[in-house]
Each structure stands twice: as C-alpha cells, then as structure tokens.
T-cell receptor, first 112, second 113 residues
C-alpha cells in the first residue's frame, strides 16, 4: 500500500524567508503532483513531476523529485502573504494507473 | 463555465437519508474520481472510473456507491447517510492519454445531522 507523508503539517513563516516542504512516499513511482488549496476552495495544480531529477519552478515556488530517495520537495523562496494556503503532494501508484494517493497537506501561513 | 461541475455545492441532511452528489465535466476526459476531504487527513479516494463501463473501489468505498451514466457524468450516492460521512467531497477528472494532473471540481460540502 502506497503511503505518502508530508512534513511539516503546519508551517508559519515570515515574509521574505525561505523554507522547504518535504514529501516522502513508500513505493516506487515516477509521477508526483503538487497542488495548492485555498480555504474553502478547490485544488489547483502547481507542478507535475514525471521523472527522476525533475525540477519545475513557478514564481517563488520550486519543486523537485528524487525517485531513488522517494522524495519530493517544494521550496519557497522569499515568501509573500499570497502564498498562504494548504499544499498537497500526490503520488501516482505506478504504471499507467493515474490513481493518486495524497499526503495530508501542509498548512502554510505567511505572516507580514 | 467550470470544466468540472459539482452539484449541490452544499447539503445538510439527516442520518439515514439517501443522498446523491453529481459531477459533470466538459473537458472530454475519460477518467473520473470521487474523493472526500476531512480536516487533517488530506484527500482520500472513494471510487474511480476509467471509462463508462469501468468502476473501481478506492481506499474508502464502504457506505458509498457510484454510477457513471455517461463519459461526462459520474455520481456518488450515500445509501443511508451517517454523521461520520460529513465531509467535503471532490470530483476530479483526468485524461488517460497524457501525463497531466487531475482537475478538480469546486467541491460539495455535506453535513449529516
């Protein structure tokens, strides 16, 4: 059974600081997704990581995937208040399954 | 118009009632999914369907059933609702031909008293 663990689950940071959210998973997979969710809203896709060593960047967010370590990171650079949200990683169970297992999410609060 | 539409958006009902949540999509995707979200637990897969004739149980299917009426429509039923089924429910879609993320509807907030 695929297990996906995110940490930290809660992150409070100041504007301008850097931080990293970690996503570990338990079985082999080369497809990992990051989503953002604002309170009471739907999930918005941020990044799709499809191979070992994949790195994607959008604004102040950068995601990477290490399939050998079964680890993905979401790095936040110079945080701003607008980044406050819950971030989820989701891992495909393998093959062409397209059945995702989600982490519990990281609630990020960026304080002025 | 939203690509993935869920109805109703909010529902309050009583224990023992039968409830149907509906999902329709205009994206032309073949795969559809139902998830529930509970605070602190992330999203958990209830059922998924890879085409009209294909229905699969997810992680937490007990107490739920689904129907794929057409490629664009996927409904979730709670046959006899119980309070611990109170949650936020999401429908999602994906295309089997490309490595793209699942697209989510706006969710249905369901409260069972």
């Amino acid at each position: 059974e695929l297990k996906v663990e995110q940490n930290p689950l809660f992150l409070s940071m100041q504007e301008g600081k850097n931080y990293t959210i970690y996503c570990n998973y338990s079985t082999t997979s080369d497809r990992l997704y990051w989503y953002r969710q604002d309170p009471g809203k739907s999930l918005e896709s941020l990044f799709v990581l499809l191979s070992n060593g994949a790195v994607k960047q959008e604004g102040r967010l950068m995601a990477s995937l290490d399939t050998k370590a079964r680890l993905s990171t979401l790095h936040i650079t110079a945080a701003v208040h607008d980044l406050s949200a819950t971030y989820f990683c989701a891992v495909d169970g393998g093959g062409s399954n397209y059945k995702l297992t989600f982490g519990k999410g990281t609630l990020l609060t960026v304080n002025p | 118009d939203a690509d993935v539409t869920q109805t109703p958006r909010n529902r309050i009902t009583k224990t023992g009632k039968r409830i149907m949540l509906e999902c329709s999509q205009t994206k032309g995707h073949d795969r559809m999914y139902w998830y529930r979200q509970d605070p602190g637990l992330g999203l958990r897969l209830i059922y998924y369907s890879f085409d009209v004739k294909d229905i699969n149980k997810g992680e937490i299917s007990d107490g739920y059933s689904v129907s794929r009426q057409a490629q664009a429509k996927f409904s979730l039923s709670l046959e006899s609702a119980i309070p611990n089924q109170t949650a936020l429910y999401f429908c999602a879609t994906s295309d089997s031909t490309v490595n793209q993320p699942q697209h989510f509807g706006d969710g249905t907030r369901l409260s069972i008293l």
